[in-house]
């Protein structure tokens, strides 16, 4: 299967509440990503997953915690919902090598649209 | 926090004239990409450039890269319609691992 899909597409979601959002990268690719994107902004990195390990991450808080799998699909997962948690997250797998990043990038699922209230 | 600035924030054009959108960043970086996004979907990667490279092209597009001052640039040539979304630029720092860190994005708008 190429390309990386997400679930779901849409979600809304009452304050205090956890939620999973999930990803299936594209076949080949080792590493995951996932992104927030505010209304307006770019995206921001939350975390980075190489063979399964932890491999970087942005400025979130623990609430925010994720899971590789060995068959490289990904869950994000957000405790204790908060109303600025609204926004799309995007995931983004590649393939990565001794040499770094192939120089086709990275690959973008079309998001999971998600709606704190 | 944001590493990049894309300067226009907005841009509008006709069919059949010439884009170009500017990239500023911070930090010494291992390679720069550009990612196109319609309407708040996904995004497509466009073009990657490594640090010691000054130019690339992908059929339309033509990025430079100069590390001096730390900006990029894209140009697409000949825009479409169909090249109407927001354009972003992301960096890969040196070291550490392969994330992105990218602007605010240029909104571009081809008019028919």
């Known amino acids: 299967e190429t390309g990386v899909t997400q679930s779901p597409t849409h979600l809304i979601k009452t304050r205090g509440q956890q939620v999973t959002l999930r990803c299936s990268s594209q076949?080949?690719?080792?590493?995951v990503s996932w992104y927030q994107q505010a209304l307006g902004q770019g995206p921001q990195f939350i975390f980075q997953y190489y063979r399964e390990e932890e491999n970087g991450r942005g400025n979130f808080p623990p609430r925010f915690s994720g899971l590789q799998f060995p068959n490289y699909s990904s869950e994000l997962n957000v405790n204790a919902l908060e109303l600025d948690d609204s926004a799309l997250y995007l995931c983004?797998?590649?393939?990565?090598?001794?040499?770094?990043?192939?120089?086709?990038?990275?690959?973008f699922g079309s998001g999971t649209r998600l709606t704190v209230v | 926090s944001q590493q990049g600035e894309e300067d226009p924030q907005a841009l509008s054009i006709q069919e059949g004239e010439n884009a170009t959108m500017n990239c500023s960043y911070k930090?010494?970086?291992?390679?720069l990409q550009w990612y196109r996004q319609n309407s708040g979907r996904g995004l497509v990667h466009l073009i990657l450039i490594r640090s010691n490279e000054r130019e690339k092209h992908s059929g339309r597009l033509r990025v430079t890269l100069d590390t001096s001052k730390k900006s990029s640039s894209l140009l697409i040539t000949a825009s479409r319609a169909a090249d109407t979304a927001s354009y972003f630029c992301?960096?890969?720092?040196?070291?550490?691992?392969?994330?992105?860190?990218f602007g605010k994005g240029t909104k571009l708008t081809v008019n028919p």
């Open positions: 983004a797998s590649s393939l990565v090598g001794t040499g770094g990043l192939w120089d086709y990038g990275y690959t």
């Open positions: 992301a960096t890969v720092s040196q070291g550490g691992s392969e994330k992105l860190v």
């Open positions: 930090t010494s970086i291992n390679n």
């Open positions: 076949s080949g690719h080792n590493t």
